[in-house]
C-alpha cells in the first residue's frame, strides 16, 4: 500500500508544528530542530515540514511505498510519464535511509517515489552540496 507524501517548507517550525498538530489531532512522529513529520493513518499520509528551503510552501510531492518491488513498479510508471528519473539508492535524507526515484511534473514541481529503510541520525546531504547535484535531489528548492 502506498502513502502519500507531501514536503512544505515552512518558515517557523514551532508555529507550523502548532498549527499541523491541532489540524491533524496528533503530535509530530519525528521532530528534529529543522524537521518534524506526521506519519498518518487517516488520511495515510507522511506529512513533512522544515525550514531547509528559503522558498516557503510545497516543496515537493511523492509515494512511499513499503517494499522494493512496490517501488520498482513505481519507477517503471514514472518512466512511461516521459520526464527524466532521477535515481538515488540508500541515500540519506530527511532523517531516513531510503531508495527512491525522482521526477519533475510539468508545473515544475518535485515527485518522490520512495521506500524507507532505516531511519538516519542526521538530515542529509547540505543544502550547497545538493544545489551544486540535479535539482530534483532530496528535498531541493532554492
Known sequence: MNRFHVHVAVADLDQSIGFYSTLFGSAPSVRKAD????MLDDPKINFAISTRSAQH?????????????????????????????????ATTCCYAQSDKHWITDPQGIAW???????????????????????????????
Open 35 to 38: 524537521y518534524a513529520k506526521w
Open 57 to 89: 510552501g510545497v516543496d515537493h510531492l511523492g509515494f512511499q511505498v513499503e517494499d522494493a518491488e512496490e517501488l520498482q513498479a513505481m519507477r517503471a510508471r514514472l518512466v512511461r510519464s516521459g520526464s527524466g528519473v532521477l535515481d538515488e539508492e
Open 112 to 142: 518522490e517515489t520512495f521506500h524507507t529503510l532505516a531511519s538516519a541520525p542526521v538530515y542529509g546531504k547540505d543544502r550547497a552540496e545538493m544545489r551544486s547535484e540535479s535539482a530534483a535531489a532530496c528535498c531541493v528548492r532554492s
